[in-house]
């Protein structure tokens, strides 16, 4: 990718390329109007007059919308009749209609900067016919005006440190991880967080990133990342719950041969691998307190020593870490040293939750449509106006990674109603099952809390949240490992299979939590942020 088609669907570039879209429709009447910039073989909307914010989360392979791929390969821009039989990408996220109406008349043509396709301007309309008394010459004069305000805004962009980091962000993103996921919103939560990112990924300042679980900690370290000076050099990310801590050592510092049973050769650890780069070590709350102890000196020395030999390897690596924990009060517990917090915390940035950012659930759940459409081999899958209505006035305490769940299901379930033949899926409420959900999360909220891992004496005298469970008769022991069982099983559900978040309820380290599941014959499912 050039630096000429950088893309991010930001608010300050809608800003820039929605005046082209008012100037073009002054010249062509029209119920919508979008451009879309072409990355590789992706189409993505930069901006939109006349259809849904959905339309902003979305990604148009150019392979699976053929009225966009005969636009690109045309000279001069086509109509489409409205009787044609292509699928129309925009069926349904026409905005300001009382449903999800289909568009009748089409028509768009290729934008080129400096002699190379840039990607296309569309135009649609609701009435069919409308687009029958367009001429040949108005096409072309709005073709040009709209190519000159796209070559004045990249002569500027070019000239801003800005577009050179937004260029970073969009090759990391789509390296590393392969994921072409990133940070998506216009809210005033998140230009306040995308401004400090920009702000401190210029520095080689230890970051700290902070919020619930399922903000989307991970894209926030990617793109701090693709705006530094490291941007050219690895990331490397680490969950820190995932890591046992006979092996903890071994992954983050590496090893040499024979350090320990099983060592059979000479190992890098994460730190020598992300050298000159960045290390994400996601979830550093969950570390015991002896990884601690070592993480703190390298920081503090920028020194490794692999277990097992006398020789120091220095390393420069730029640490972001995440956490969901509440660090202040886990050092208060003596679960976290207060020097390690001090060095990572060099500047703490909130991760805002979902439901803090507006209308950037429907963007957000745009996106998630699109993945779920090709995943699916569904049809123009489309939020009817009551989805979004429910999409925003949900509490989303999963945030975004809730939001994904729900819009997967709904997904699959419109899928299987769809009629065969329509033009596309509606995602009507009931497919979200949003009610379901919020019914769910309330009764979770209201169970009854439990103590940790509680005597038979305080079982015996609960309120009765397992006291089927010792009523049912046994020996002391049994009743107790009942009792242990049924209150580890609601621990594990109400965190979602979460281990670390059930541990500290629990009030004992991880590694405590999983002999004690062990003990007991149960198998936790995988741990997730």
Known sequence: MTTDSVNQTTASEGSRYRPLLAAARELVRCDAAALLQLDGQVLRPVAVDGLSDETLGRQFPIASHPRFARLLESSR????????????PYDGLVSGQPGILPVHDCMGAPLRLRGVVWGLLTLDALEPGAFETVTPAQLDAMVTLVETGIEAAHTIQEMEARAMREHALAQALRSGRGTTRELLGSSAAMKQLCSEIDTVAVSDLTVLLLGETGVGKDLVAQRLHAHSRRREQPLVQVNCAALPESLADSELFGHKRGAFTGAVQDRDGKFEIADGGTLFLDEVGELPLT??????????????????????????????????????????????RADLYHRLSVYPLVVPPLRERGRDVVALAGGFLEENQHRLGARNLRLSPASKASLLAHSWPGNVRELEHVISRASLRAFTEQRRGARWTAIEPHHLALDATAAGSSGSSQAPSAPPLPSPAHAAVSTGLHAGVIAAGGTLREATEAFQRAWLADALARHHGHVANAAREAGIDRSNFHRTLRKLGMRPSASSD
């Not at 821009?77 to 129309?88: E, N, S, V, W």
């Not at 102890?293 to 030999?309: H, I």
């Not at 730029?318 to 208060?332: K, Y």
């Open 77 to 88: 821009g086509l109509r489409f009749a409205h009787d044609c039989g292509l699928p129309d």
């Open 291 to 336: 990884v601690q102890a070592k993480l703190l000196r390298v920081l503090q020395s920028g020194e490794v020593q692999r277990p097992g030999s006398d020789r120091t390897l220095k390393v420069d690596v730029r640490v972001i870490a995440a956490t969901n924990r509440d660090l202040p009060a886990a050092i208060a517990q003596g679960r976290f």
